[in-house]
């Protein structure tokens, strides 16, 4: 016999006294054995709830497993972090106009136009790409 079904039992065997219904001592029984189905019908749900969760765990360790399985199948990946590190540190040479240094600089120095020059702290502009292909282009003296 199930939880809510003996709630109902003894709901019934209460109403069976035939107990006075003006009596008060009748009036908390039949508020005791209504709580009691209440709390019955709750129980199951809850229980019913609990199989669903476990249900829906077990699945997804299944799934985790799966993605454990999957991770370690790849040994390869830190070494592809490192690869992808020592490109984007590869230096370009740049020389300093003012100081003469010659300067080692990282993609990303690069990619933002402006660096400082370590040697002498001058702002060095990356434009020089434009001034080289002018000097080669342009005819002598067109500039002025
Ligand atoms: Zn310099």
Do not use: R
């Amino acid at each position: 016999m199930q939880i809510s079904e003996k709630a109902a039992y003894v709901k019934g065997l209460i109403e069976g006294l035939e107990l006075d219904p003006k009596d008060k001592q009748t009036k908390v029984f039949k508020v005791i054995a209504d709580l009691l189905c209440e709390m019955a019908e709750e129980i199951k749900d809850l229980g019913q709830c609990y199989d669903d969760v476990c249900d829906q765990v077990d699945g997804i360790s299944e799934d985790l497993a799966g993605v454990e399985d999957l991770i370690g199948n790849v040994p390869g990946e830190v070494d592809y972090d490192n690869d992808a590190m020592s490109h984007s540190d590869m230096a370009y040479e740049v020389t300093c106009p003012t100081c003469n240094e010659t300067s080692y600089l990282n993609e990303d120095a690069l990619t933002a136009g402006v660096i400082k020059c370590p040697a002498c702290g001058e702002l060095l502009e990356l434009g020089y790409s434009e001034d080289e292909l002018d000097d080669a282009d342009d005819e002598p003296g067109s500039d002025e």
